[in-house]
């Protein structure tokens, strides 16, 4: 065996940077409160747990590959045809499968410039080129990505609300956006956050998919639903794209667990207003109690927020995250985005958000006496 061979992953590969997840982890003896991974406080629906419990009697058995189950319950509550629906092991499966079922290598995938990380792994993970337009105001711009489009593009990620910004993109917008793009060229409508937005202008995409033929929405149970740990996603587009995916999907590639937890999670609509209604409640009251102390925050329609710190020493983000930590109060960098000097924030329970603020005033005025 010569020792100057050996395997070579496809080019692309050793370009990506591994996602890094949100922390998790406080110091001893502090309390915990994670806000680095934009999971609701509310915690899932019971109906969800007690699926799990009950379908812990039957491990040795495989899934049903399909998810029937689960894409009835989506069906039936979005008013769509289940055959247009593939379930996945979280969205972020399902972002990947469509980058490797659409691109290929010298072809591009375009996203904007803050726009979610998983877009560009997909895309490389696949063999594609990635692509970046800049963004207004840490909003997409339609027309900066319309001028990004080449001859070689074939798929455009739009996270709509974007992760970490958690601005918008109104769904006239996103129209003008489709009607713009040549039709070969997949657009894929990530509305992780969906459930939180509450704008008129707002649509997570239902509408384009029912009459396009490049026009694919995901969905996650992770935020809202508060099932990240069992990673359950969908998407619903037209048929030729759903029958791409199914073909390059793991035959199970979605637990019993996750289909059991799901559909039950998607029964219980009064869980969904709770999270809603709490997200509501204290979104408008972090933005304003982080403004009113001097730190800019980027007005979101998610259930996070980013907020911006000067770059000054002292009063950096990473001062105010090693701050923050020490307190137990676990928010997100964003230097991976090109946001070294900003800190994301989940809207967590009332106590985890008032120890926040409590913490970044105390933080404010500290640093303006030093
Ligand atoms: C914009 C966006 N899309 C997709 C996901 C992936 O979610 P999951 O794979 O848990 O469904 C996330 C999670 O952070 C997100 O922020």
Partial sequence: MSAALRPVPRPGVLDIEAYVPGKSAAPAGVKLHKLSSNETPLGPSPAAVAAVREGAAALE???????????????????????????????????????????????????????????????LAAGGTPVVAPEQDHTADVDAILAAVSPRTRIVYLANPNNPTGTYLPFDEVRRLHAGLPGNVLLVLDAAYAEYVRRNDYAAGLELVAESENVVMTRTFSKAYGLAALRIGWMVGPPAVVDAVNRIRGPFNVSAAAIAAGAAAMADDGHIAAAVAHNEAWLPKVTQALTDLGLPVTPSVGNFVLIHFPDAPGRSAAEADAFLTARGLILRRVGAYGLPNALRMTIGSAEANEAVIAALTEFVKERAHA
Wanted: proline letters at 5%; one cysteine or more.
């Fill in 61 to 123: 058995l495989y899934p049903d590959g399909t998810a029937a189950a689960l894409r009835r319950a989506i069906a039936g509550k979005y008013g769509l045809d289940p055959e247009r629906i593939v379930c996945g092991a979280g969205s972020d499966e399902l972002l990947s499968l469509l980058s490797y079922a659409y691109l290929g290598p010298g072809e591009e995938g375009l996203y904007s410039q803050y726009g979610f990380l998983v877009y560009r792994i997909a895309i």
